[in-house]
């Protein structure tokens, strides 16, 4: 059974810093694309960053850029996306996405850039 847990959401002041974690389960880790997605109320689900299987080469939704951070650890099965510099607009719920042949979600978890 494919498993993917997200952690580390919340609230935090503009300008501040938190790091979102999603461990994964049931596949072989170091063979799937690891994206992070995010969604706000009435809007659809947009890509923020996204880590390759292999090369470990990313990229991030322009919006983003300079601020997040996406890695992985192949040993942990894990992949990390470190925000910096929040903004109130980058509240959202977070979902975790593992792509190879087919796709799998995690639950999500709520950020909230509040002061």
């Known amino acids: 059974q494919v498993q993917l847990v997200e952690s580390g959401g919340g609230l935090v002041q503009p300008g501040g810093s938190l790091r979102l974690s999603c461990a994964v389960s049931?596949?072989?880790?170091?063979?799937?694309?690891m994206s992070w997605y995010r969604q706000t109320p009435g809007k659809e689900r947009e890509l923020v960053a996204a880590?390759?299987?292999?090369?470990?080469?990313?990229s991030y939704a322009d919006s983003v850029k300079g601020r997040f951070t996406i890695s992985r650890d192949n040993v942990k099965n894990t992949v990390y996306l470190q925000m910096n510099s929040l903004k109130p607009e980058d509240t959202a719920v977070y979902y975790c996405?593992?792509?190879?042949?087919?796709?799998?979600w995690g639950q999500g978890t709520q950020v909230s850039v509040s002061s």
């Open positions: 880590i390759a299987s292999t090369s470990g080469s990313t």
């Open positions: 049931g596949v072989t880790f170091s063979w799937y694309t």
């Open positions: 996405h593992a792509r190879r042949f087919q796709g799998y």
